[in-house]
């Protein structure tokens, strides 16, 4: 039911198109970089890591930037209701800059991983809180528009990432990977400081810290560095039965248990409410959120390795081929944000999404270990065009029914749930992988040897593959067969996640996307009060809110 409040709202129509696409231009450049930063370093890894003299920072170089995104995720969205959204975006605009430069002059592995970490954190920043500013621009309809704008921005970065960091790489030197940063993220922070107006609840420093959840986010930082760290180390440098893992994830789980029950119990204004779990529509929107996300990075990351350790394609052309994925992506994103703008609908587009999803993963299953390419880039382009159809969708249904005021928190916690889940798709993509590798140790003893088939067996062949194509024919065969294989038993365990994905898109309700645009109130005083708002099924989408 409605509040009887009065409704703080504003007309989106008296902003001029000029100061529209200034902003989402650099908002749109916030995310690209940020999406960026994950992926061109993938080509690069190696003369990183050689420039350093560091083995162990291979794989350092990817874990420091995903261990800080992830884990900070969530407190950008609840500081940002205290202090405002814009000063927290120039905050983590000028973080990501400064670790950018870092990266570009570090002399040592030490301060290179620094400038990581900072990365990871003003990454975590930008990708929350242009989501978040988009919501204080603009109504739940419009919001489709450019919530589909910047996912074509993601996808897009994501994947031109790879080939960008090979030619940099291999044409300059690696260090252009972070220098390309600085003009890109120095012009939108001057920009968005001119032209980017939001309200400024001018929260005293001091009131605000003593405002902010500190145990919670302890908690969620400490869960999520923990569950990483160990899925970073399982299979890896550990056994996955090895003390030190298994201490990991259960350490983990006891301190995600402390953090649901401080933000049950405890918390005055928690970091992650409980009421973003109180509505069916809104946990089966975590769900598809999660699948998706998961399946997105696992063709990411998984079809490069077929490209290069099944077809013999270098990096940067598995990079190519992957661009009819992207492109895909790309196209129907931007189709399915103007669509629900249009419409008011996100509900057929997500159902048509998860279901060509879920046959865009099965039909990988048919790939073959020779180059079909009607093949290799038809199932791509299926399977691109229902990714891009999710980026909006599980966003909108959960704002719909949180309402204005948890808004951000939810936009955060879509954002963590969607960090977390490419992160573990690595990780359990790859133990599938592994493992089948394993069941074909015995034919590939036989066929190499014991001494090279072990730099092929389980984990070793992905650090291997320059190698295959060195091999005699008959054995590259062998080698390229038993991948060929591993990576089919990978593509049945997503579509098994697709699967799941399909099943809780239709627990997804269709709310009403309000044309009205409500502000939200920030600052502590927008903070008080009670939190439990209605999100029964007759929940309206939208909420009134009291003004300063």
Known sequence: MASSQPQATTDTSSRSFLQISIVMSCLCAGTFVAALDATIVTTSLPSIAGHFHSASGYTWIGSAYILANTASVPSWGKLSDIWGRKPLLLCGNAIFFAGSLICSVANTMALFLFGRVMQGLGAAALMTLVNICVCDLFSLRDRGLYFGLLSVDWALASGIGPILGGVLTEKATWRWCFWINLPITGLAFLLLWLALELDNPHTPIWDGLKAVDWIGSLFVIGSSI??????????????????????LIVFSIVVLSLFVLNEWKLAKYPVIPLILFQHRSGIAAFVVCFCHGFIFMGEAYYLPLYFQAVLGATPIMSGVYLLAFVIACTFSGAFTGLFIQKTGQYIPPMWLGLGLLT????????????ANWGKIIGFQIISGLGIGMNFEGPLLALQAIVGVKNTATATATIGFVRTMSTAISVVIGGVVFQNQMVKEGPNLVQSLGSELASRFGGA?????????????ADQREVVRQ???GSLRTTWIMYVAFAGVSLVAGFFVGAHHLSEEH??????????????SEDTSDDAPATRTMEMQ
């Open 226 to 247: 923990m569950l990483l760290l160990a899925l970073d180390f399982g299979g890896v440098t550990h056994p996955w039965d090895s003390a030190t893992v298994i201490c």
């Open 359 to 370: 046959l865009g993963a099965g039909l990988l299953i048919n790939l073959e270990a020779t």
């Open 460 to 472: 070793n062949v992905t650090a291997n593959i320059q190698l295959i194509g060195t091999l005699p």
């Open 482 to 484: 038993a991948v060929f």
């Open 518 to 531: 409500e502000v939200a109130v920030l600052g502590l005083h927008g903070q008080s009060g009670d939190s």
